[in-house]
C-alpha cells in the first residue's frame, strides 16, 4: 500500500520560509516523478512543482518560480519543498503525489498524501 506523508507546514508571516517534506512507502520510489500541489480554500487544486525520478528534469508554477526549490533522496524515500519568500497567496493544503510521467497534470497522479497546512500571515 502506497503511503506519502507530508509535514513541514505552519504559519509563517510574509517573507518567510517553510520546508515541507514528503516521505513515501510503498512504491520503488526511484521509478516515480513526484510532485507537489496545493489547495486554497474554495479553489481547485493547482500544480506547484514536479521532480523527476532522476531529479534531473524540474518544473515549476510561474507563482512559485525562483522562490521554491523542489527536491528529493531516493535513498530516503523523500521528497522535499523548500519554500521562500512566502506571501499570503501561497496560503493552502500542500499535498505530495507521485507519477509514472514528469507531469503538471493532477490526472497523471495515481497516489497523494493527505496534506500539510501552509498560512502565510500578511
Known amino acids: 500500500q502506497v503511503q506519502l506523508v507530508e509535514s513541514g507546514g505552519g504559519l509563517v508571516q510574509a517573507g518567510g520560509s517553510l520546508r515541507l517534506s514528503c516521505a513515501a512507502s510503498g512504491l520503488t520510489f526511484g521509478s516515480y516523478a513526484m510532485g507537489w500541489f496545493r489547495q486554497a480554500p474554495g479553489k481547485e487544486r493547482e500544480f506547484v512543482a514536479v521532480i523527476s525520478w532522476s531529479g534531473l528534469s524540474i518544473v515549476y508554477a510561474d507563482s512559485v518560480k525562483g522562490r521554491f526549490t523542489i527536491s528529493r533522496d531516493n535513498a530516503k524515500n523523500m521528497v522535499y519543498l523548500q519554500m521562500n519568500s512566502l506571501k499570503p497567496e501561497d496560503t493552502a493544503v500542500y499535498s505530495c503525489?507521485?507519477?509514472?510521467?514528469?507531469?503538471?497534470?493532477?490526472?497523471?497522479?495515481?497516489?497523494w498524501g493527505q496534506g500539510t497546512q501552509v498560512t502565510v500571515s500578511s
Open positions: 503525489a507521485a507519477s509514472k510521467a514528469t507531469t503538471r497534470s493532477v490526472y497523471d497522479y495515481d497516489s
